[in-house]
């Protein structure tokens, strides 16, 4: 039983100053785990107080000091991947194939991008007599999710850290371990005093506070886009900087050429991995019509062979986060049935032989158009909807009919043709053949949010741009 009973506040692990615990059940088995402890306004406030101090000299730190400790947090993490392994598949029931795999790596290739952006960042630039400066923007508050725990810690903090701000940090309460982990590498590695502080809690206790509170200068938050507006909301009356990773529904469109099975393949693949918690998970699968019966066939294949299994197995998906997520994957799953939705496989009920934990049968529907409730709302599970197309300029006419515009897909062998289609996709990150790049900048257009994160482009949203007018007169004349 696992008992994080304390925040992480100035540089030490104090008690709240309510005291007060919260359950946390493993997905995989339905029974509670752990604690971690409940946060409040108050331990909001402690905690702001202590980044507010310590922004005052870390903010004048140098690049190299900087970069020396994310190099001691690169060792420090390093030896700890085990652990933070141990602590995805205890939070989210993750197999240890995707625990120890994509979701620890993630937190490592974000550490060692940001150590790369930062030894070649430029934080000031001469124009004429004018000096733009790039300076960090004060106290941030970090909110991020669950279902990539440490992926989302790692690219807000490190972005953050070397941009020279401090942060609050609240973990999601449904997958907290991974949290904790990663607050006692930073602490080990020597983390300044307040520059880093963790607050546990939910989001009425500790992210309503952390986004309204007047010490913050940036809200940094990944989540559904319905606890978007809110984060927005609570920010507006002190006109802080609000960026949001927000919902999907992203459309994969698969040219009719020789690597038509091969794509389709690859994006029911794609859409399985982490039990389809991904919010740029390619759920849309835009087909041509003159090939639906063979894309079909071809993913009624591919999802029949995607295995569920409790944690242990390594070649398994495992379960959904939480009841709440599996209760509403339920519900939009029959929902698709009653709007006429076709069940190519899997459908509502847990995968045959499994009886206990929040696992959900890997389903395909067909013959869905983009009316659909199941085409238009984010799942967040292993559940892929197949659209016809006539086309490419209806396909792309679907694939822009949505809210969202987080990501898109173009899946072919004609590279020409994909780059014309990607052109057309309105989303914030469009790839080809399921292309990755960590130095790439992720974000959404329209209710997908704003700002980016990754890379160069990350360190951005945690600048100010300042301008000082005839820093140097002679340049104006020289």
Same mark, same amino acid.
Request: aromatic share 6%.
């Given at each position: 039983?696992?008992?994080?009973?304390?925040?992480?506040?100035?540089?030490?692990?104090?008690?709240?100053?309510?005291?007060?615990?919260?359950?946390?059940?493993?997905?995989?088995?339905?029974?509670?785990?752990?604690?971690?402890?409940?946060?409040?306004?108050?331990?909001?406030?402690?905690?702001?107080?202590?980044?507010?101090?310590?922004?005052?000299?870390?903010?004048?730190?140098?690049?190299?000091?900087?970069?020396?400790?994310l190099?001691?947090?690169?060792?420090?993490?390093?030896?700890?991947?085990?652990?933070?392994?141990?602590?995805?598949?205890?939070?989210?029931?993750?197999?240890?194939?995707l625990?120890?795999?994509?979701?620890?790596?993630?937190?490592?290739?974000?550490?060692?991008?940001?150590?790369?952006?930062?030894?070649?960042?430029?934080?000031?630039?001469?124009?004429?007599?004018?000096?733009?400066?790039?300076?960090?923007?004060?106290?941030?508050?970090?909110?991020?999710?669950?279902n990539?725990?440490?992926?989302?810690?790692?690219?807000?903090?490190?972005?953050?850290?070397?941009?020279?701000?401090?942060?609050v940090?609240?973990?999601?309460?449904?997958?907290?371990?991974?949290?904790?982990?990663?607050?006692?590498?930073?602490?080990?590695?020597?983390?300044?005093?307040?520059?880093?502080?963790?607050?546990?809690?939910?989001?009425?206790g500790?992210?309503?506070?952390?986004?309204?509170?007047?010490?913050?200068? %940036?809200?940094?938050?990944?989540?559904?886009?319905?606890a978007g +507006? *809110? !984060? &927005? =909301?609570?920010?507006a009356?002190? #006109? @802080?900087?609000?960026?949001?990773?927000?919902?999907?529904?992203?459309?994969?469109?698969?040219?009719?050429?020789?690597?038509?099975?091969?794509?389709?393949?690859?994006?029911?693949?794609?859409?399985?991995?982490?039990?389809?918690?991904?919010?740029?998970?390619?759920?849309? %699968?835009?087909?041509?019509?003159?090939?639906?019966?063979?894309? +079909? *066939? !071809? &993913? =009624?294949?591919?999802?029949?062979? #995607? @295995?569920?299994?409790?944690?242990?197995?390594?070649?398994?998906?495992?379960?959904?986060?939480?009841?709440?997520?599996?209760?509403?994957?339920?519900?939009?799953?029959?929902?698709?049935?009653?709007?006429?939705?076709?069940?190519?496989?899997?459908?509502?009920?847990?995968?045959?032989?499994?009886?206990?934990?929040?696992?959900?049968?890997?389903?395909?529907? &067909?013959?869905?158009?983009?009316?659909?409730?199941?085409?238009?709302?984010?799942?967040?599970?292993?559940?892929?909807?197949i659209?016809?197309?006539?086309?490419?300029?209806?396909?792309?006419?679907?694939?822009?009919?949505?809210?969202?515009?987080?990501?898109?897909?173009?899946?072919?062998?004609?590279?020409?043709?994909?780059?014309?289609?990607?052109?057309?996709?309105?989303?914030?990150?469009?790839?080809?053949?399921?292309?990755?790049?960590?130095?790439?900048?992720?974000?959404g257009?329209?209710?997908?949010?704003?700002?980016?994160?990754?890379?160069?482009?990350?360190?951005?949203?945690?600048?100010?741009?300042?301008?000082?007018?005839?820093y140097?007169?002679?340049?104006?004349?020289?």
């Amino acid at each position: 039983m696992r008992e994080y009973l304390k925040h992480y506040i100035d540089g030490t692990w104090v008690d709240p100053v309510k005291p007060a615990a919260l359950d946390v059940d493993n997905p995989a088995t339905e029974e509670v785990t752990g604690r971690i402890a409940l946060g409040s306004a108050e331990d909001v406030d402690v905690a702001v107080t202590a980044a507010r101090r310590a922004f005052d000299t870390w903010s004048q730190s140098t690049v190299q000091e900087r970069l020396e400790l994310l190099g001691a947090i690169m060792t420090e993490y390093n030896k700890r991947t085990g652990d933070l392994a141990e602590a995805v598949t205890e939070e989210m029931g993750a197999p240890p194939s995707l625990a120890a795999g994509p979701q620890v790596n993630l937190g490592i290739g974000h550490l060692a991008t940001a150590i790369d952006v930062l030894k070649n960042f430029s934080f000031e630039e001469q124009h004429g007599s004018t000096l733009v400066s790039k300076e960090p923007i004060g106290v941030c508050g970090l909110i991020t999710p669950w279902n990539w725990p440490i992926n989302q810690i790692a690219c807000k903090v490190f972005p953050a850290l070397a941009t020279g701000n401090t942060m609050v940090l609240k973990p999601s309460e449904v997958a907290p371990y991974s949290a904790q982990i990663f607050t006692e590498i930073l602490d080990a590695a020597g983390v300044p005093a307040g520059v880093y502080n963790l607050v546990y809690g939910d989001g009425p206790g500790v992210g309503v506070p952390l986004s309204s509170h007047p010490g913050i200068d %940036m809200v940094s938050f990944t989540g559904s886009t319905r606890a978007g +507006i *809110e !984060v &927005a =909301r609570n920010a507006a009356p002190t #006109v @802080k900087r609000v960026t949001q990773e927000l919902g999907g529904k992203s459309p994969n469109i698969v040219l009719d050429d020789e690597d038509f099975a091969k794509s389709v393949t690859a994006g029911v693949s794609v859409m399985m991995m982490n039990s389809g918690q991904s919010c740029n998970a390619p759920s849309r %699968m835009l087909v041509p019509n003159s090939r639906m019966d063979e894309a +079909i *066939e !071809v &993913a =009624r294949q591919t999802a029949s062979a #995607v @295995k569920v299994g409790d944690p242990d197995d390594t070649t398994a998906i495992g379960p959904v986060a939480s009841k709440a997520q599996f209760d509403k994957i339920q519900g939009l799953l029959q929902k698709g049935i009653d709007e006429g939705a076709t069940v190519v496989v899997g459908g509502p009920g847990r995968p045959d032989g499994i009886e206990k934990g929040y696992y959900v049968r890997p389903t395909v529907f &067909a013959n869905v158009t983009n009316d659909m409730t199941i085409a238009r709302e984010e799942i967040f599970g292993p559940v892929l909807c197949i659209l016809g197309y006539d086309d490419l300029d209806q396909a792309l006419e679907i694939a822009n009919d949505t809210d969202y515009g987080l990501a898109g897909y173009v899946s072919g062998a004609d590279l020409e043709k994909a780059r014309a289609v990607a052109r057309r996709i309105r989303a914030g990150s469009i790839a080809i053949n399921h292309g990755f790049d960590m130095n790439a900048p992720f974000g959404g257009y329209k209710r997908s949010g704003n700002g980016r994160e990754w890379g160069a482009f990350g360190f951005e949203e945690y600048l100010e741009v300042k301008a000082t007018l005839n820093y140097a007169p002679e340049a104006a004349t020289g």
